[in-house]
């Protein structure tokens, strides 16, 4: 089993940026890929970042360039930067740890205003 815990959400303005934690509550090594998803209103959830046991990553095309997830293997956190935030970035952000079941945290919200 594993707890995660998100913060970092908040209000922004278009261009802005932000910088969300997921805190895990076991090493981040002993699981095989940690995401980020978001939930835009009205809408499904949907991947915007992934990073592996190895450290390779992978991006939804709509935040390739301005999206970057990244690890501390120390403080068993994983963050995801974002920049040049859009108004269609407004979601609630959901961190994931993939162990055969994919395990959430409790979502922050991420509002972007234009």
């Known amino acids: 089993q594993v707890q995660l815990v998100e913060s970092g959400g908040g209000l922004v303005q278009a261009g802005g940026s932000l910088r969300l934690s997921c805190a895990v509550s076991r090493s981040i090594l002993s699981i095989s890929a940690m995401s980020w998803y978001r939930q835009p209103p009205g809408k499904q959830r949907e991947l915007v970042a992934a990073?592996?046991?190895?450290?390779?990553?992978n991006y939804a095309g709509s935040v390739k360039g301005r999206f970057t997830i990244s690890r501390d293997i120390a403080k068993n956190t994983v963050y995801l930067q974002m920049n040049s935030l859009k108004p269609e970035d407004t979601a609630v952000y959901y961190c994931?740890?993939?162990?055969?079941?994919?395990?959430w945290g409790q979502g922050t919200q991420v509002t972007v205003s234009s």
């Open positions: 990073i592996t046991i190895d450290g390779s990553s």
């Open positions: 994931s740890a993939s162990l055969g079941y994919n395990y």
